[in-house]
Nanobody
């Protein structure tokens, strides 16, 4: 059974950093493209960052480019999101997502809450 477990969320002041992690099990991590999504209250879930299977190509939501960095460790089977210069509008539940190339469906984690507030 595929499992993704996010960690690292919490309360942080505006301008501060936070690093999210996602550990996976139940599927061959290195074969999957990985992404971070987020969903704020009364808003739709949006793609924050995406990284390919090799870790060499990454794409970002315009509003986080230059502040967030997605990375992966294919040996540890882990996905990361380093978030710097956090803003109140970054407040959301952040989800880890895995998708096999060419497939439309994927696997979701349960999410971790990030709150940016003074």
């Amino acid at each position: 059974q595929s499992q993704l477990a996010e960690s690292g969320g919490g309360l942080v002041q505006p301008g501060g950093p936070l690093k999210l992690s996602c550990s996976v099990s139940g599927f061959v991590f290195i074969n999957y493209n990985m992404s971070w999504y987020r969903q704020a209250p009364v808003k739709e879930r949006e793609l924050v960052a995406h990284i390919d299977t090799t870790g060499r190509r990454a794409n970002y939501l315009d509003s986080v480019r230059g502040r967030f960095t997605i990375s992966r460790d294919n040996v540890k089977k882990a996905l990361y999101l380093q978030m710097n210069s956090l803003r109140p509008e970054d407040t959301a539940v952040y989800y880890c997502h895995a998708r096999y190339p060419g497939h439309t469906d994927g696997h979701w984690g349960h999410g971790t809450q990030v709150t940016v507030s003074s």
